[in-house]
């Protein structure tokens, strides 16, 4: 049976009718934006994080942006930031006037180091957003012990926990996306920023509505960028359920072990101590192509990610600088996500496995 890359719509099933009295809750209350759901999210996802506030905005994009204009950050800085990750990592910083400053990554965990991050440090580096990629969790601690500011972006990372906490509680602040297929998701765009600053909090607040806290002064040039009602109500349906789907995922990173897949490619390893909720399943292998093809042939899902990393892309030229990233070059050339969910069953671990082991790779 063909294994599907991700399943969003089985875990949500036995949800269908609390959502959709959330749904109608909110329908008829007639109060769409900044009201009571948003609030109560905001409040059950600062617990649910163990951070002081939750801020909800209007996708894990605006959440980067924000939580760096928060910081202060602004033309004539730079931010660290990973290239191998999602684009928006990345483009989240121009628009604060500052310059992106690429730094690598190990890409046994795909997430920076504070080695890496310390390469790409200036006079002029105002931030690091350190990319919890895939799930994995990279070490904030140590990189904040560099003396700059962090920003987490949890946006694939909702789940996962490290003994010093979980992402959202682990930096300065923290970035987060409700994009459908995040391990989080609404049924649209959101996000939102989590911190324990109070100072940090009430910016952020006031930078999602156009820089003001009454709607009668205005003390900076802000956003139009919130969670809406609908999809706080989705949300709050969906968080107590986030730790079982995160040990779900968990469960099926196990399957994958336990059918012998790391005999076969090399596999995801979780940074110290971390247990991430596997977002994405991605493993590395030189014959990632062939490897795409079986899966292919099979029926299963797959998917590359990254293979331009985001120093390489058109719009980011003039930022990438002569930076060697090549612990980025080698995770761009031999990623291949293959399938991961909540619900992913031993028997459909032990399919996928038996499909990559039938190409006979000799070696990772
Ligand atoms: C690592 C990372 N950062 C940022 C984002 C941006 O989130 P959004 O799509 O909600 O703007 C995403 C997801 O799309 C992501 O995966």
Request: glycine share 10%.
């Amino acid at each position: 049976m063909p294994v599907p890359l991700f399943d969003t719509s089985t875990p949500l099933a036995p949800l269908r009718a609390e959502i959709d009295a959330a749904i109608a809750g909110v329908v008829d209350s007639a109060k769409f934006i900044l009201g009571p759901e948003v609030g109560a999210f905001e409040r059950e996802f600062a617990a649910y994080c163990g951070a002081g506030h939750a801020i909800g905005v209007a996708n894990g994009t605006d959440a980067l942006t924000i939580a760096l204009r928060a910081l202060g950050v602004g033309p004539g800085d730079e931010v660290v930031v990973p290239s191998f990750t999602f684009y928006a990592s990345a483009e989240a910083i121009p628009p604060t006037g500052a310059r992106p400053v690429f730094c690598d990554i190990d890409p046994e965990t795909f997430c920076v180091t504070p080695e890496s991050v310390r390469a790409a440090l200036t006079p002029r580096t105002k931030a690091v957003i350190v990319v919890h990629l895939f799930g994995n969790v990279a070490p904030v601690a140590e990189i904040e012990a560099l003396g700059v500011p962090v920003i987490e972006d949890a946006a694939q990372a909702a789940g996962s926990t490290t003994p010093a906490g979980r992402p959202g509680a682990l930096g300065s602040l923290a970035t987060f996306s409700f994009f459908p297929s995040k391990n989080l998701g609404g049924f649209g765009d959101g996000g939102a920023i989590t911190t324990s600053d109070d100072e940090l909090a009430e910016r952020v607040r006031m930078l999602r509505f156009h820089g003001s806290r009454d709607k009668v002064t205005y003390e900076h040039i802000g956003y139009n960028s919130r969670l809406d009602e609908l999809q706080a109500a989705i949300l709050r349906v969906q968080l107590p359920h986030l730790d079982g789907w995160a040990d779900g995922r968990r469960a099926a990173g196990r399957h994958y072990e336990e059918a012998g897949l790391g005999e076969l490619v090399a596999l995801p390893v979780p940074t110290d101590g971390a247990q991430p909720a596997w977002h994405l399943y991605v493993v590395r292998s030189e014959r990632a192509d062939d490897v795409a093809a079986a899966l292919r042939e099979a029926g299963h899902g797959h998917k590359v990610y990254y293979r331009t990393p985001v120093h390489e892309q058109p719009a980011m030229r003039e930022y990438a600088g002569d930076a060697e990233l090549p612990g980025t070059a080698e995770a761009a050339r031999t990623h291949l996500a293959i399938p991961m969910s909540p619900v992913l069953s031993a028997e459909q671990a032990a399919e996928v496995t038996e499909t990559v082991r039938a190409l006979d790779l000799a070696v990772r």
